[in-house]
Antibody, heavy 122, light 107 residues
Framework: QVQLVQSGAEVRKPESSVKVSCKASGGTSSTFGISWVRQAPGQGLEWMGRIIPVLNIANYAQKFQGRVTITADIATSTTYMELSGLTSEDTAVYYC???????????????WGLGTPVTVSS | EIVLTQSPDFQSVTPKENVTISCRASQSVGSFLQWYQQKPDQSPKLLIKYASQAFSGVPSRFSGSGSGTDFTLTITSLEAEDAATYYCHQSGNLPWTFGQGTKVEIK
């Protein structure tokens, strides 16, 4: 059973950056993908981007291009999402979610982290 | 970007009733359409993948159908524990996108 353990809640000031981590454990596939999905208070789910750690290939939603960077550390099975230029509209819970990756034809989020609340406030 | 539009936005249902939620894509996604359930203060959970394949451990009352641009999630004989918000998600084209969600309330 795959588990995704995320870092703790963060509070940031406007125009600063935040970096959230997601450590994966369990599972047998090494070619999985990790996406970052955020959810603003009372709102729906929003896909931000995805990385395939073993290939170090990342894709981003155009909305976040230039502001988000997703990286992975294979040695520690940890994926990171860094978001810069924060505004109050970035206040949200940030989830990491795992998909089967390049070994599969179908991509779906089979496991989710518990979420990391990020609050942007002056 | 493919836009997914769910209907209805909200549904109030009595236990044992059947629930149908629609998800319409702005262009074809083939069968690369998933359904997730999210309860308050919890992470989403996968119910259905590839339009109609139930994920491991999902109760048989949840089923999915459709292809191309029109998809349906059906909950047969709703149970009280099914109160949640349901999201469709397409992984046919980057960027992956979600529907806006359908909240199901138990009367």
């Amino acid at each position: 059973q795959v588990q995704l353990v995320q870092s703790g809640a963060e509070v940031r000031k406007p125009e600063s950056s935040v970096k959230v981590s997601c450590k994966a454990s369990g599972g047998t596939s090494s070619t999985f993908g990790i996406s970052w999905v955020r959810q603003a208070p009372g709102q729906g789910l929003e896909w931000m981007g995805r990385i395939i750690p073993v290939l170090n290939i990342a894709n981003y939603a155009q909305k976040f291009q230039g502001r988000v960077t997703i990286t992975a550390d294979i040695a520690t099975s940890t994926t990171y999402m860094e978001l810069s230029g924060l505004t109050s509209e970035d206040t949200a819970v940030y989830y990491c979610a795992r998909d089967p990756g390049v070994a599969a034809l179908i991509h779906y989020f089979e496991s989710w982290g518990l979420g990391t609340p990020v609050t942007v406030s002056s | 970007e493919i836009v997914l539009t769910q209907s209805p936005d909200f549904q109030s249902v009595t236990p044992k009733e059947n629930v149908t939620i629609s998800c319409r894509a702005s262009q074809s996604v083939g069968s690369f359409l998933q359904w997730y359930q999210q309860k308050p203060d919890q992470s989403p959970k996968l119910l259905i993948k590839y339009a109609s394949q139930a994920f491991s451990g999902v109760p048989s009352r949840f089923s999915g159908s459709g292809s191309g641009t029109d998809f349906t999630l059906t909950i047969t004989s709703l149970e009280a524990e099914d109160a949640a918000t349901y999201y469709c998600h397409q992984s046919g084209n980057l960027p992956w996108t979600f529907g806006q969600g359908t909240k199901v309330e138990i009367k």
